[in-house]
């Protein structure tokens, strides 16, 4: 794996390089991890990668790894760049053969998300995008329970992703990670629903296999003078005819990273946050509540959910373990592809261009529903 | 106290009883209890009545207790019929010169309301309403942070109300409760929303001090064949620029009585939820999340919230003890106006004719928006 | 009902009194409230008694009462006082040919429990002891849980009652509550153990239908200069084989009344805490964890539990409907006697003068365990 | 790093081998994984290992690794057999001047690890042992507050440790992690109290900085059959005067592993659980109870507890981030030795031989207490 971004300073760089780790299958080989040949060659140096390694810039790294004989070249990019940056550098990876797995969201906005799908699927490359909230064990349980009917029809959902830490004026004291993120040139035209409503909105549809069709967004900046959105309110229609809510607040004062949903369908519920990741609560018409837990053999557990844990019941995994589980997967159908053999279900359960380009459609139609008087976006199909 | 409604099989009405006698400073005295003078001499002689103080409806109860000697006749009517008999029977009561305590809503529709304050305003006399969940202490507790600037200004506010008894056709089983409140004609013109999202408005106001100015509202019904909405989802304008959502939900299975509350202002928030009301959650920018509890000393709670516990903390009071502040308020301002004296600002703290009108304004503003293709609807002021 | 003890300032007897009331079966008439005859007609007239039913101490109470006609005179008597004064005024009561019903524990010390356990047998009396932790609906689901053997043998049992109230000196403050439970004169030999441990103790062997057989008891005293112990922990062995542990302790800095259980069987286990009353958890060795809740007709509770629910599952009830309980079933034990009919089961599910004798048994064990250097102390039979 | 242990089917193994690259310090360069060569070599294989680097036992592994260059062959050995082979594979490698990480429990008995002790000391090599509990950050927060005086002087504690999985006799089916944990050939003379029972003993006395002087221990095997204890309570004086509970229990059905531990001192307590172990419960004399978070700047957590935290608040970290830290300070000790300057105080708090010692001597006390009559036994000082 070859790195682009992720230098010294960085947050979700380390978080990538500690999940491609985790499980021992993937090697970082390579990176241009800052905006300049010296930075970059820094951080290589502390992440004990030999110095021909640290390139200077992403096409740089791309160019010389390409000429490497197959057998020494980084297998696949990862991209923790800024948001702006997502777009650029998976293309060049592709073009140049390389598989990618780039942070969310996919692209600066929805134009490029759908170049780039039409990229992936040109090359026939493998393409990843850490929605790492997916990755969470109790998630893919949902996901299970769900499909296999165990709810019945879905008629409401609720998502939020509460988060507190931009309730005051951050990004004026210098502090990186709000800089960016409140900044549209960097972020995109959404600030808290790009940062955070898209694993919110992905979260959602990947749980309940269904999609957003019309949306009612109402969209604020309470801080004064920041630039984007810091809180978002969006009533939602489903495709199958179930309705939603989905908010996202980055001044929630006092929240942490609140990620959570509840799903109720016609004999059954969900109920899942990210604070307490391993623990699913499922809600029944006519039974007591279950607490279904990860590791856990009592709760009968889907094959699928059991791939994703490394622990028995009661040792928590957390965060960077379903980040891991992200990597995990794409490296194993990365592996199966090197094997020639089709990949299975476990194995390609991991969010990809199409999620990107959902997510971009999100982003885009929250902004058109906020500017209109009308109640109803419907969202286009794409 | 005189009680119309709450024969054998009702439920609020006892409710009402035990909230009544839980401090010993109201008695039940009489009562048109049923819609037969049979049935409600029954359910007098339950409740260890005379046989002629049961009455064989309201009218009757109000004339004869009218032509009691005034040391012996009821001081005031509790009113605990289905909706549509309310105002009927507080009107005929204040006519009559009697207090009244009524169950909500305060009406069948909003002229009515309108039309009852009026009376209530012409007579001089007490109208309580038992929005009880504001007489939670915790609650009560919640409004004093609010209104001594502990939060600053309020930013956005989510209350939801959850339930999930009605996710099947039930009233199709003959269970009473279920049929009245999904009969338009004894319920009134919305269905989930004005049996249960109403108390999520009036507790959102209650607490905040702030008023909805404008919304956007979802309402839904998910059970075939039934009349009135189940479940509805609101956006929210409130009259200082805040946000808000308000969604309150019958057909969320699982969910039992789920009322909850989340507030969030430039340096603080607040999380409150009814299954566990005796906590108030305080969330800061930059201390730790704190965990006031009813009854603490250690959380120096107010005078007010003081006044509406009767137990040290950690001996949980509940729905009745809340339900019970709300009498015991409405009978301290009763008696201080027998004393001749001004009620206190303890005292008067219980929900009137003013959070009945608020209430019905917004079932009907709820109505209209629902129709409406435009995104937010003003609420007009009355 | 007439009342000994629980005047102004007094806190367990208004409890005593809101318990009784709270199901509208029994009526306050007569009470001895207060040490002197001015204080008690003061309470009397709090409590809107008659002049002429408050009386200056219990015996003339008992006497007086005893002279009125038997339609007017109260039934039963309810202790409220110190604890020193228990069995004096059970005795009188029952000589006189009262029922009783006593705050707990039943008497001073063992030998006088044994006495009054004589006496109630020889008058065939109702004697009722407020060990209310009992009352909680959840208890009884619990019991009745184990009773069935859905949990099979009973291995280990962890019963716990912090308190933190007394960390500090609080008894030289002038508190009244801390200075007769710190002063042997009016608590007896026990101090935490006697006020609180007891009730870990009945709790535990009334949910488990298990008895002690001996224990190895820990007492401590850290507050300095205090007489009593405000510390303790116990191990157990319980007549069927099992092991258990038992610790009670009113220096736990922040506790509130956080009486909990654990039980673990061969195939199941059960948790239970005070403060949020209204959820029993169940373990099991091949499920999930299943959340049982009070009212709640998803969870089949038996009917012995639901006959002591008044409210639908999420409308919490607490201390005072547990307490309420023990005087409801009480009160329809009482019943039954005046209708000459055999009181149910579920009638008589209250906690009798056998409870009595077993919790001044424990606590005499308690203190002879403590003072010996042997592990085991062997309960004897009584 | 070279391994010893930890093949195919091991559970142990993993975790170490995950805890020790997260942080990307620590390289597995080698190992001795199974009790033959050639299933030594396949989990080689499964590891990325050459082939040249798997070793058929730790004696071949050591004396081979110890005969290539300084700059080739592996700085430390990690140790994660069964209990039997803690010391001698320990011992070896030590006397091959190899620095250690074992699992716990240092050795197979008491003797052993004072002998363990010795060598430590005279080789001058650094000894880590995985008392993994220890590394999580609201631990060492924990830590922190007590030794700066937050609480007071401390009173009582609980330390718990309930698990489920051995209620049956699991050990029959050939299951292999019951296998060797209740045969006292290879666990050594206790069951349920050296596999998690010595957890408890060195999680509360690293917390409180306090150690047990007396203890009264009651072990008892329930599942039929069983060679060694499956439920072990225990009472405890400690250092200071402090009174304390340590029970543990790998019968008690449903629970995972629970781990956790209540402390009370003089103004203050603190409550921590290890299935939710980013959140740290802090009680108070006279404030409200407050909510610290592992990442979170609100909480001003110390700078040793954030030098063990990978994620800002809210991105949960778990049993391999805590497992981690253990390796991480180890590894940065071991990298100061290099470097040839004084380990940081976060740098050296990592569990030592003398914690191994720490914990021999309870399980033999336990032993010998659990035999005596005597109520306490007195550890001897060692």
């Known amino acids: ?222 801080v004064e003078g920041r630039q984007l959105e810091d809180d978002g309110n969006v009533l939602l229609k489903l495709n199958n005819g179930a309705k939603g809510i989905l908010h996202a607040s980055q001044i929630s004062v006092g929240e942490e990273n609140g990620l959570n949903i509840r799903i109720y369908g016609e004999c059954g519920g969900l109920k899942w946050k990210q604070t307490e990741p391993n623990t699913l609560e499922a809600l029944w018409l006519d039974k007591p509540v279950q607490i279904l837990r990860a590791g856990g053999n009592h709760a009968n557990l889907s094959e699928s959910t059991l791939a994703n844990v490394r622990l028995p019941a009661g040792h928590p995994e957390g965060y960077l373990e379903a980040f891991g589980n992200v990597y995990k997967n794409f490296a194993s159908t990365l592996q199966a592809k090197l094997e020639g053999r089709v990949p299975t279900e476990t194995e390609l359960d991991f969010p990809t261009i199409d999620d990107g380009v959902r997510g971009m459609a999100f982003l885009n139609a929250l902004l058109k529903s906020n500017e209109s008087d009308q109640k109803w976006y419907k969202l286009p199909t794409i």
């Open 1 to 222: 794996m070859g790195m682009v971004g992720g230098g010294r300073d960085a947050f979700i760089g380390q978080v990538h390089r500690i999940a491609a780790a985790i499980d021992g299958q993937i090697e970082l080989v390579c990176g241009a991890f800052s905006s300049t040949a010296e930075k970059s060659k820094a951080s290589a140096k502390d992440l004990f990668l030999p110095d021909n390694r640290a390139y200077g810039d992403y096409e740089e790294m791309i160019e010389k790894e390409k000429a490497l004989p197959e057998d020494q070249r980084m297998d696949f990019v990862s991209i923790v760049t800024p948001n702006h940056m997502h777009a650029p550098v998976a293309k060049k990876a592709l073009q140049a053969g390389f598989h990618v797995m780039s942070d969310k969201p996919a692209t600066f906005n929805l134009e490029e998300a759908l170049e780039l799908r039409e990229l992936v699927k040109e090359t026939g490359l493998i393409y990843g995008l850490t929605h790492n909230y997916t990755g969470y064990p109790m998630v893919k349980e949902a996901k299970h329970m769900i499909k296999t009917g165990q709810l019945g029809k879905i008629r409401k959902v609720v998502v939020e992703y509460p988060q507190g830490w931009l309730a005051t004026d951050l990004e004026s004291t210098g502090q990186k990670q709000a800089g960016w993120r409140t900044d549209p040139k960097r972020s995109g035209a959404c600030g808290c629903m790009g940062d955070i409503g898209t694993h919110a909105e992905n979260l959602m549809e990947y749980i309940t296999g269904l999609q957003i069709t019309e949306m009612c967004a109402d969209l604020t900046t309470f």
